[in-house]
Structure formats: structure tokens, C-alpha cells
């Protein structure tokens, strides 16, 4: 998993991967519901495919978890991955507006957005110039949450609001140029 | 609102006689019954109390002020006093209605049908509500009194279904009518409650027009309607929880 | 537990009109919330817009209808079911009902007139804070929540005390017998849906524990009596308390799986030591995963975070490798019976595990990053609702109409169950699609590039509702004999 953020675009294949092979599986159970075998015959592969599965389930999770463990996107891990942050944005979020202290970051280096709220929780979301959410974080009252993020590439990046706040939530929009 | 119901109380004569005389008369027929139950005494005494601070006590002149205590008045009378009512009248039918003969009784039961009584309070609720009637009663002192009269005769009639009183009083008999009955009924005081509590002007020009002004008029009618809203869930949560029965 | 005993027994025929008014009452709502979740497909796919303020508040009215409504519909089909081998209170179940159309109505009066439109997740501040309503609509959708929280104990209270009572003790309705001493065997040990009951009851009791403790501070502060409830506080309580709900209603549904499937198997579904052990475990694993809605307040501890992502992984275990495996090896060479209430708990089984692999991808903490508040969400947990717990309650809910009014199902039934798991399926594939393009949740208005997923989705959700439609109204068709079979008692 790449530190700097995971490709949803990957998640969605592998749930259709996954989907897919899981549909085969309860097809193939379906066309074999009519009558057959008896129910006790059955017992000890049920038995037996349930132990396999709690050893699979075991190991893939753990080996998911510790993989993903790198990628953490909280401070401490990202500022070990990237590097102390280089510039800080101060990011206000308020019903319904953004108040960035900087609207202008470089990039290739680590940024840190320090992110609250004067209000109700919002969310700060980074969306990429081709519209791909890169990352984000919430926005709490009384909370100052540290996000550190490395843009890899120059343009207009959108800040959108992601956690819903009220009847203007969806326009709570504002730019960021990374140079 | 404690304070108000607890002090300023002032005793109405012919008000105060009526319910002497209910009450005392009550004790007697109760005497007299098979199997007096203690539950029904209270009750029913418990509900002429509830009638006596709601006309005598402080609540009474502020309501000309303030539609808060107007609604805290009149949940006082449909809410508490009339149920109350209810728990309490089974040694009154039971002795005086064979006495009043079959046409009473069968005028009686036909009030009762949980179809009609639930029309006639709710006609009765949202009749008094409607603007032009509520600004008339509370500029007309004897207009008000008949009002308070209709809204407790009013739900007196909604809650007696829930009790049987032999033939001459109908009846819910499931707990499916029984549910229904109170969901639907809980909907008429629950809607006038959120529709005054929720409105962005005042609603009653009584109330609009007084000196404090409109501002003041709006907080007050938002917070009768919560008042509104909120006790008739307790009551009619309550009176589910109560009434249900295993079949 | 014999898979061919009849539902309606001497004494079970009031608990069975009460499931029948839970479930109709709970899918009814359903179906009406359904209708709105029409409208903002439709709004979000461009072809018929309605106000910000309108959507809101439908979104908001949605939400909160569906989660009880559906856990509603459950506990009526599992009261039910359990009915046959325990002795529940009607009146209890009547009780409830009060109690949660009493909520429901409260939450309607905020929305409707009161403008309320803090989604149905409540989360504070924004209930107090949302400029487009009063405080009082707050403080109106919080009680109703409250009154809704009352009938979960009610219920969960009488299932508990008609499982133990039945069971001789708790050790006994928790299966304990057969947990602990695997290898005696255990010929009275609670039958599966008695078992289930306990847990979800006990589960039910806990979690309003957790919503008091998220309502009781926010009443005080509307009050005046407490200035500000802390937002990290607020946030994990009302998460967990709503994570549990959501959560406990597909076990709910689970539990009436356990009981009805066997019937079209015409085999029993036996408290083995795997099911005893996974649904003992459930009682804890459940609350566990609520921390993966916080992922993303990086002041949340980091351990509630690593809790959060392994309780997630951990309820896979109990779900799949019990239930859903027992679910299939119980109809593999079965001789099944096909009816529509057979196929929508096979689809309900397919559309928990799609539904549960969607959620565990999201349940990692990295990939949450880019997912978190995309339609990823709302796509696995309308997988998990649509395909999953409404799948199975209404199934259950045709089973026992045409159970108890003798009814046969015709082929266009079956065809019915079909189409609605294909518009299901198609609606939660263009939110699953959504959400790998970032589309944001919960907004009004969706940007033209957005458009064409919602609007690749309208096919499959009309689907869906005229299957719906089909199916409710040969239930509606049978309801009246069911009804009053209940009354007349087996014959």
C-alpha cells in the first residue's frame, strides 16, 4: 500500500474480484440445492472447509493489517514516511466555508493541514484535479486534527467538504494550487 | 411552572361547589358499590384535583398571558384530569346507569364507540385551535369556560374506551385496536403540537397583540407546542404501556 | 427444532398477530422511506431535482426510518418464530409498538414541520446547531430516538425472559451446554433462533445503555443545565450506539433465517458447537468494530482506531464462516424448495458476504482514507439492508402470510424475488461504482460528472420497487385469512 495514499479505483476491482469469485461459489451451492446427499454426509467437509477458511481468514486479515500498518495516515506515521512537514496550513472549517490560512503549497514535500472547526464537524477532503479523493480528515470542534500530505504533481487541487454539515454542506468548496 | 401551579390559587365558587359536590357524591355512590376499589376513589378524586388546579391555581390567569400555561391548562384537564376520569368512573356506571334506562344506555354506548370518541375529540381539539375560535374564548371569559368544559367532556369520551363499563360503554377489545386507537389519536394533539411549534409566526392574535410583543409571543407559542408535543408522547406512550393487555 | 412444525401452535396465536403488525408496520415503513430514497437517486442522477433543504430532510427521514423500521420487521420475525418454542408476552410486544411508532411520529414532526435535517446519524453538534432549524426540532428528533430506544428494551427485555424462561436459565438460552462441553452431546440445547434471540437481546439491552449515555448529555445541554458535551465524546457515542443497531438488525433477520430456512430444506439447522460459539462471541465482537467510523478524527486513540479495524475483521469470522457457510451446506443436495421467500434469503445470504467484503475493504484503515463519506459507504450498508436484512424479513414476512392463509405461490412470485435481487444488486453495484470515483455522500446536488452513475442506477431501483410491489401486495392480498387464522388456532 502506497503511504501516500491507496487507488480506489484498485478497491473497486478487488471487490469485484472477490464478488465475482463469491457469486461462482453460492451459484455452484444453488444449482446443487436439489436433493442430493443427505445432510450428515456433508458434515465433515463442512467441518473440515470451516477450519481451512478460519486459518485463511486468520492469516489474511493479520498479513492485511500489519501491510496497511505503514500506510497509517495519521501524523506520527506520515511524518515518518515523508518527512517532517515543511509548510503547515491552518484549515478553519465553519458552516459553510473554508478559511485557509495558505491557499498556495509546494509541492514534493510534505504539507501539513492543522484542521478544526469553529462549529459543527465537517470534513476535509482533497480532491485531485482529475476529481480522485487523495486524502482527508476531520474537521471537529474543539480539536485541532494534524493531517501531512505530499502532492506529487502541480495544479488546482478542490477542497470539498466531506462530512455533513447543514443545507449548504455540498457547496463548501474551495481551491488549493500546488506549485 | 411548579411555583405557578402551587401558588395565586383562586377559589371559583360555583367551580369549587360543583366539584365538592361531585366528589362527596362519588364517595357515597362508592360506599354503596360491590367490591369498592381504592384505585378507582383516588382516581377520581385525583381527577377533580386535576380540575381544581387547572382552573384555580396560578396557571389560570397567566394562561391569559402566556399560550404556555394556556397548553400546560388544557393538558392539565385532557391529559391528567380526564383520564383520571376514566380510571375512577366504573362504581359510578355501574350503580346509576342501570337506574337511566336503556335509551341512555344505548345513547351512551353509541358515544363511546371507539370511532366516535376518537372523532369528537379530535373535532373538539382542533376545533378550539382553530385561530378565530381560540382568540374568541379568550376574549370571551364565558366562552372560555365552555371551552374547557368541551375539551375535558371531549377526552373523557377519548379515554373511556379503554375501559369496559358493561354494555352501556363501548369498548376496545385487542391490543391492535387498542394501539391503533392511541397512534392515531396521539397523531391529532402530536401534530397541533409540532405545527405550533415549529411555526414562524404567532399563530394567535391574542397572544401576538399582547404588550411583550410578537418576539416574545413566538418563543412562548414555540415552547407551548414543544410542551404540547412532548408531554402527549409521555401520555400516550404511557397509556399503551398501561392499557395493553396479554390475549 | 422440526423443521415441519406449523408456525401457529395453541398458545402463540396473539404473539403472531403482534410479529405480523412488527413486521408490516416495520417494512411499511420501509417501503415509504424506500420511495424517498427513490426521489434522491433521481435528484442525485439530475433528473428531477428538489431543494437542498428538501433533501436534507429526506435523507434525514430516510435514514431514520429504514434502520428501526428494519429492525423492527426482524425482532416481529424472530418474536415469531420463537413463539413456537417459548412463551412471549403479546403484551410486551404491544407495548413496543407504541413506543416506537411514538418515536417514529416524533422524528417525523422534526422533520416535516420542524425542518430538522441532521441526517439520521444525529451526530452532535449539528443537531443544535443547524441553521436551518430551531433547537427544538433537535431536542424533538432526540426524543423520539429516546422513545425508540425505550421499545428496543421492552422488546429485548420480554425475548430475554421468554428465551430463559423456556431455556431453565440463562446458561441454557445461551447454549453454554453445548459451548462448553462439546463433546456431550446435547439433545435439548436451545434450537439456533432461541439462542439468537438471547444474544441480540442481551446486545439490544447494552446498546441503549450507550444511547442514554449519548442522549442524557444532550438533553442536559439543551437544558441549560450542561454548556457543551465534548465532540470526540459525542461522536464515539452516538457511533457506537448507531453502529450496533445497524449491525445488530442483521443479526435480528439472521436469527428468523435460522428458523425458516430449514423448513424449505426440510432439514433441522442444529446448535452446533460452531454456532454456539459464534453467536456467543457476537455479544462481544459487536462492539468492537464502531472505532472504523473514526478513522478519519485523528484524535481518536490509536488503539480504538487498531480496535476498530480488527473488530471489523473479527465479526467477519462468526458471520461467515458460521452462519453463511450453515446457510449454504443446509440447501447443498437439500432437495430444496423453491418459493420467493426461499430465493430472497439466498439472496439476503449472497448480499451479506458481497456486502461484508465491501465493508471490510473499507474497514482498512489506509483504503478508509480515500472512501471514508464516499457513496462506498452507502453502498456497502444499503448491500447489507437491501440485500441482506430486508431480504430476509421479507421473506419471512411472506412465509408466514402464506403459511397461515394457505396460499400457494405462483411462478411470478419466484420471478418477483429474482428481479428484486437484480435491482438491488444493480443499485448498490453504481453506489459501489461511486464511491472507486470519490463521489461525496450526502450531497444534495450532484456535479454533472457525477450524474451518470445515479442516473445508470434508476433502471435498477424502478426494478426493484415494482418487484416490491409484487411481492407486497401478494402479502397484502393475504393478510386478512392470515389474520384471522391467528384467532382460530391450529386446526
Known amino acids: ?179 | 411552572m411548579a411555583a405557578v401551579l402551587l401558588t395565586g390559587w383562586e377559589w371559583h365558587p360555583v367551580l369549587v361547589a360543583a366539584l365538592a359536590v361531585t366528589g362527596v357524591g362519588y364517595v357515597a355512590i362508592w360506599r354503596r358499590g360491590t367490591a369498592p376499589s381504592r384505585a378507582a376513589l383516588l382516581a377520581w378524586q385525583g381527577g377533580l384535583f386535576a380540575i381544581a388546579v387547572a382552573t384555580c391555581s396560578g396557571v389560570d390567569p397567566l394562561s391569559d398571558a402566556r399560550l404556555s400555561a394556556h397548553m400546560v391548562q388544557h393538558e392539565l384537564l385532557t391529559f391528567l384530569a380526564a383520564p383520571l376520569l376514566v380510571a375512577g368512573m366504573r362504581p359510578v356506571t355501574l350503580a346509576l346507569l342501570p337506574r337511566l334506562g336503556f335509551p341512555l344506555a344505548r345513547w351512551g354506548h353509541a358515544l363511546t364507540r371507539p370511532r366516535t370518541a376518537w372523532m369528537v375529540a379530535a373535532a373538539v381539539l382542533w376545533g378550539w385551535h382553530w385561530p378565530p375560535a381560540y382568540d374568541y374564548a379568550l376574549a370571551h371569559p364565558a366562552v372560555h369556560d365552555v371551552e374547557h368544559v368541551t375539551l375535558l367532556m371531549a377526552y373523557t369520551l377519548y379515554w373511556s374506551p379503554f375501559t369496559p363499563f358493561g354494555h352501556a360503554v363501548a369498548a376496545l377489545r385487542t391490543d391492535a385496536a387498542r394501539t391503533l386507537y392511541l397512534a392515531t389519536g396521539g397523531a391529532q394533539s402530536g401534530l397541533l403540537g409540532a405545527v405550533l411549534a415549529f411555526a414562524g409566526t404567532p399563530v394567535y392574535r391574542h397572544y401576538a397583540a399582547a404588550p411583550t410583543g410578537g418576539e416574545v409571543a413566538l418563543a412562548d407559542q414555540q415552547l407551548g407546542g414543544m410542551i404540547m408535543l412532548l408531554s402527549g408522547a409521555v401520555v400516550f406512550a404511557l397509556a399503551g404501556a398501561v392499557t395493553m393487555r396479554d390475549e | 427444532m422440526d423443521p415441519n412444525a406449523p408456525t401457529l401452535n395453541a398458545t402463540n396465536g396473539p404473539v403472531l398477530r403482534a410479529a405480523i403488525v412488527y413486521l408490516v408496520a416495520g417494512l411499511g415503513t420501509v417501503a415509504v422511506m424506500g420511495l424517498l430514497g427513490v426521489l434522491m437517486r433521481l435528484d442525485h442522477g439530475g433528473v428531477l431535482m428538489v431543494s437542498p433543504d428538501w433533501f436534507y430532510r429526506i435523507m434525514t427521514l430516510h435514514g431514520a426510518g429504514m434502520i428501526p423500521g428494519l429492525l423492527f420487521a426482524s425482532f416481529g420475525g424472530l418474536a415469531a418464530v420463537v413463539s413456537t418454542e417459548a412463551r412471549l408476552s403479546s403484551r410486551a410486544l404491544w407495548v413496543g409498538l407504541v413506543l416506537y411508532l411514538t418515536g417514529m411520529m416524533l422524528v417525523v414532526f422534526a422533520v416535516v414541520p420542524g425542518r430538522f435535517a441532521a441526517g439520521w446519524t444525529v451526530l452532535d453538534p449539528l443537531p443544535y446547531e443547524g441553521k436551518t432549524w430551531t433547537l427544538s426540532a433537535g431536542v424533538v428528533a432526540y426524543a423520539g430516538y429516546l422513545f425508540t430506544a425505550l421499545a428496543i428494551v421492552v422488546v429485548c427485555a420480554s425475548l430475554l425472559r421468554a428465551t430463559t424462561t423456556a431455556c431453565g436459565g440463562a446458561r441454557r438460552a445461551l447454549a453454554w451446554d453445548v459451548l462448553f462441553h462439546p463433546r456431550r452431546p446435547s439433545p435439548d440445547a436451545a434450537h439456533p433462533p432461541v439462542l439468537i434471540a438471547t444474544v441480540v437481546s442481551i446486545v439490544g439491552l447494552l446498546m441503549v445503555v450507550v444511547g442514554l449515555a449519548y442522549l442524557v448529555p444532550l438533553f442536559l445541554e439543551a437544558a441549560g443545565a450542561v454548556r457543551h458535551v465534548d465532540a470526540l465524546y459525542s461522536k464515539n457515542a452516538v457511533l457506537l450506539f448507531g453502529h450496533t443497531m445497524a449491525n445488530l438488525s442483521v443479526y435480528v433477520s439472521a436469527g428468523v433465517v435460522y428458523g425458516t430456512l430449514p423448513r424449505y430444506a426440510h432439514r433441522p439447522w442444529k446448535t452446533t458447537w460452531p454456532v454456539a460459539l459464534a453467536w456467543n462471541s457476537i455479544i462481544l465482537l459487536i462492539f468492537f468494530p464502531w472505532s472504523h467510523h473514526l478513522y478519519e478524527d485523528f484524535v481518536q486513540p490509536l488503539g480504538l482506531q487498531i480496535l476498530g479495524n480488527l473488530g471489523s475483521f473479527a465479526g467477519g469470522f462468526p458471520s461467515f464462516i458460521v452462519t453463511i457457510v450453515g446457510a449454504l451446506a443446509l440447501v447443498y443436495g437439500a432437495g430444496l424448495e423453491w418459493s420467493p421467500a426461499t430465493i430472497l434469503m439466498l439472496l439476503g445470504i449472497w448480499g451479506w458476504a458481497f456486502g461484508g467484503v465491501g465493508a471490510l475493504l473499507d474497514a482498512i484503515v489506509p483504503v478508509n482514507q480515500v472512501m471514508h463519506n464516499t457513496m462506498w459507504v452507502p453502498a456497502h450498508f444499503h448491500t447489507y439492508n437491501m440485500v441482506g436484512v430486508a431480504a430476509f424479513a421479507w421473506a419471512y414476512l411472506y412465509h408466514l402470510t402464506s403459511e397461515l392463509s394457505g396460499a400457494r405461490h405462483r411462478w411470478m412470485g419466484r420471478w418477483a424475488a429474482w428481479l428484486y435481487g437484480i435491482g438491488a444488486v444493480g443499485t448498490v453495484l453504481f453506489f459501489f461504482l461511486e464511491g472507486a470515483h470519490s463521489v461525496p455522500r450526502r450531497y444534495a446536488i450532484h456535479d454533472a460528472a457525477w450524474q451518470g452513475y445515479a442516473r445508470a442506477a434508476i433502471p435498477f431501483v424502478a426494478l426493484m420497487v415494482v418487484a416490491l410491489a409484487w411481492l407486497g401486495g401478494e402479502v397484502l392480498a393475504r393478510l386478512g385469512r392470515a389474520w384471522r387464522r391467528t384467532h382460530v388456532g391450529p386446526v
Open chain 1, 1 to 179: 500500500m502506497n503511504p501516500n495514499g491507496v487507488n480506489p479505483l484498485a478497491v473497486w476491482w478487488i471487490l469485484l474480484a472477490l464478488g465475482a469469485a463469491w457469486t461462482v461459489v453460492w451459484g455452484w451451492v444453488l444449482l446443487h440445492a436439489g436433493p442430493g446427499c443427505s445432510y450428515e454426509a456433508t458434515a465433515p467437509t463442512v467441518r473440515r472447509l470451516r477450519r481451512i477458511l478460519f486459518v485463511v481468514f486468520l492469516v489474511t486479515f493479520g498479513a492485511v493489517f500489519a501491510a496497511s500498518l505503514r500506510a497509517y495516515p495519521y501524523f506520527r506515521f506520515r511524518s515518518r514516511s515523508l518527512g517532517s512537514p515543511v509548510a503547515t496550513v491552518q484549515v478553519q472549517a465553519s458552516q459553510w466555508s473554508w478559511d485557509l490560512s495558505k491557499t498556495a503549497v509546494p509541492m514534493g514535500v510534505p504539507v501539513e493541514f492543522a484542521v478544526t472547526s469553529q462549529d459543527v464537524n465537517h470534513g476535509l477532503a482533497i480532491y485531485a484535479p482529475d476529481g480522485r479523493l487523495l486524502t482527508q480528515v476531520q474537521a471537529m470542534p474543539g480539536y485541532t486534527n494534524r493531517l501531512v500530505y505530499r502532492f506529487a504533481a502541480p495544479g488546482t487541487y478542490t477542497l470539498r467538504c466531506l462530512e455533513y454539515c447543514g443545507v449548504f454542506h455540498h457547496i463548501m468548496v474551495a481551491t488549493l494550487t500546488v506549485q
